[in-house]
């Protein structure tokens, strides 16, 4: 399966969706709740990131290698994006039969849904 992520109008390929890559997401994700000190905290976001695209693509990314200089909205956005393409086709899977759910409903049961509603809603008034 192919994972891209688009940072600053670039796309980005991810690795595949490991159980090793996903544990590292989940711990980055529980971050928070730890003592750490915030800078720590994005090292960590920064180390894993650099580990899924490579230390070349962290400069285009955030403008700098030093994270001193980075805007931490963007390293935490670049985080929630990259858990994004993860689960985009597990989210377009379960889009797509729902929508092939609904288009099995036939239309005279649709209609007749349509008509229950809208004798419920003059009830109310």
Same mark, same amino acid.
């Given at each position: 399966?192919?994972?891209?992520?688009?940072?600053? *109008? %670039?796309? @980005?390929?991810? =690795? %595949?969706? !490991?159980?090793?890559?996903?544990? #590292?997401? #989940?711990?980055?994700? %529980?971050?928070?709740?730890?003592?750490? =000190?915030? *800078?720590? %905290? @994005?090292?960590?976001?920064?180390?894993?990131?650099?580990?899924?695209? /490579?230390?070349?693509?962290?400069?285009?990314?955030? /403008? !700098?290698?030093?994270? $001193?200089?980075?805007?931490?909205?963007?390293? !935490?956005?670049?985080?929630?994006?990259? *858990? $994004?393409? @993860?689960?985009? =086709?597990?989210?377009? @899977?379960?889009? /797509?039969?729902? +929508?092939?759910?609904?288009?099995?409903? =036939?239309?005279?049961?649709?209609?007749?849904? +349509?008509?229950?509603?809208?004798?419920? +809603?003059?009830?109310?008034?």
């Amino acid at each position: 399966m192919q994972y891209t992520v688009i940072f600053n *109008r %670039k796309s @980005y390929d991810l =690795p %595949k969706k !490991t159980m090793a890559i996903w544990e #590292d997401l #989940d711990s980055i994700f %529980k971050l928070d709740a730890t003592n750490l =000190p915030n *800078r720590e %905290k @994005y090292k960590m976001m920064i180390e894993f990131i650099t580990k899924l695209v /490579g230390q070349e693509a962290i400069e285009e990314i955030f /403008g !700098t290698e030093e994270l $001193d200089e980075m805007d931490l909205n963007d390293i !935490t956005l670049a985080i929630f994006k990259v *858990r $994004d393409a @993860y689960e985009n =086709p597990l989210a377009n @899977y379960q889009a /797509g039969k729902s +929508s092939e759910a609904f288009s099995q409903i =036939p239309l005279d049961k649709l209609q007749s849904l +349509s008509k229950l509603m809208d004798t419920a +809603s003059k009830v109310k008034k």
